[in-house]
Structure formats: C-alpha cells, structure tokens
T-cell receptor
Framework: GAGVSQSPRYKVAKRGQDVALRCDPI?????LFWYQQALGQGPEFLTY????????KSGLPSDRFFAERPEGSVSTLKIQRTQQEDSAVYLC??????????????FGPGTRLTVT | RKEVEQDPGPFNVPEGATVAFNCTYS??????FFWYRQDCRKEPKLLMS???SGNEDGRFTAQLNRASQYISLLIRDSKLSDSATYLC?????????????FGTGTQLKVEL
C-alpha cells in the first residue's frame, strides 16, 4: 500500500516568509509525528498527534512553529517568518497505534527546506 | 550531554568484515529501543528492534544492556549494500504517545 507522503519535497524560502509543509500518513494510522533533521544530525522530535489531538509539542523550537491535524488524517506543519536556522529536512512519520511503544514509525521522504 | 550518544564514524570496512556499533542512552525510563538505517538523502527505515535477550535477523545482531544503558549492533559479512548511516533510537513514552529520540548516527562505508 501507499506509504507516508510529504509535499513539497523541496522548498526554498526567503527569510521572513511563511511556509506550510504537508504530510499524508498511512491510511488508518492513529499517530503522527513531525521531526526536524539538520545536516549531519539525527532527526529531532518536534510534535506528536493522536488522531486530531496534539498531545506533545515540546519539541517545537519556537512559537513560529505550528502544527495541526484537524481531521485526524493529513497534517500541516507551518513555520512563520522563516529564519536561516530553520533550514533542515522536515520528516513526518505515522504509526498504527499510540499505546504500544514497540509499534514501528514509518517515515515519509521529508521536505528539504532551505531558507535564504 | 546528549540523550542518545553514538560514534559518528565513518567506519570504513572491507566487504565481508564484521563491524560493531555502540550507543549509550541517558534516560533510564526509556522503554523500547531500535536501530534505524538511513541512506543518503532518504528517510530513516526501521532495521530492527532491540531486546534485552538479544535478537538476530540474518547477518544483524542487536543487544540491549539496561543496567549499563548501552545498545549494540553487530553486522557480520558486510555487503556493499550495507553502506548507510545507522541510527540508534530510544522510545520514551510521554503524553500518551511514543517519542523517539535519535542518536546522531554512525556512518558505515563498506568497500571492495
């Protein structure tokens, strides 16, 4: 079946612009996660949804970052007034179940954001 | 101190060699443990879960030592196709969900 998809795959933004990154999780997956991966680093947790509820947003680096999943399926990560330090790959992952810590998270291909 | 620490490498090994990666984690409340593989410019993919009893999947063996907060991955008979970055991952359950914390990754290059 279809995996996690993300769009756009690449985004170049001028400093100060707002951007919106989209994630389509695997159908039926309850949990959805956003991660930020800087060059040469591992992914860093940003936020987590269980259905439409955002249960953990402790990893969002500033109030310029906002995520939503209004109908419990597609999610959007919005970054307002982008800064150069926001340049990274933004990865979305989904998981079938929320309660079992052993459930695999499936990652999308990521959106590579470059802020100039 | 980082929550998950790995030697970034690179580890350059000849085809057929055995190579071992190690990882330590700082939060003793971590509940589950994984190795993910990430190819250049691709997304991470689950390689295997890690259990205290140790587990093996073909040429790959993973081990967890909870007392020492230490995780290992052993790759036997390395193939060229094993070249990738190997990410050590721990799961700390919070907010009713599962928060994965990744190490920086260890880069492996298998050469002819």
């Amino acid at each position: 079946g279809a995996g996690v998809s993300q769009s756009p795959r690449y985004k170049v933004a001028k400093r100060g612009q707002d951007v919106a990154l989209r994630c389509d999780p695997i159908s039926g997956h309850v949990s959805l996660f956003w991660y930020q991966q800087a060059l040469g680093q591992g992914p860093e947790f940003l936020t987590y949804f269980q259905n439409e509820a955002q249960l953990d947003k402790s990893g969002l680096p500033s109030d310029r970052f906002f995520a939503e999943r209004p109908e419990g399926s597609v999610s959007t990560l919005k970054i307002q007034r982008t800064q150069q330090e926001d340049s990274a790959v933004y990865l979305c992952a989904s998981s079938l179940e929320a309660r079992n810590p052993s459930y695999e998270q499936y990652f999308g291909p990521g959106t590579r954001l470059t802020v100039t | 101190r980082k929550e998950v620490e790995q030697d970034p490498g690179p580890f350059n090994v000849p085809e057929g060699a055995t190579v071992a990666f190690n990882c330590t984690y700082s939060n003793s409340a971590s509940q589950s443990f994984f190795w993910y593989r990430q190819d250049c410019r691709k997304e991470p993919k689950l390689l295997m879960s890690v259990y205290s009893s140790g587990n093996e999947d073909g040429r790959f063996t993973a081990q967890l030592n909870r007392a020492s907060q230490y995780i290992s991955l052993l790759i036997r008979d390395s193939k060229l196709s094993d070249s990738a970055t190997y990410l050590c991952v721990v799961n700390l359950r919070r907010g009713g969900g599962n928060k994965l914390t990744f190490g920086t990754g260890t880069q492996l290059k298998v050469e002819l």
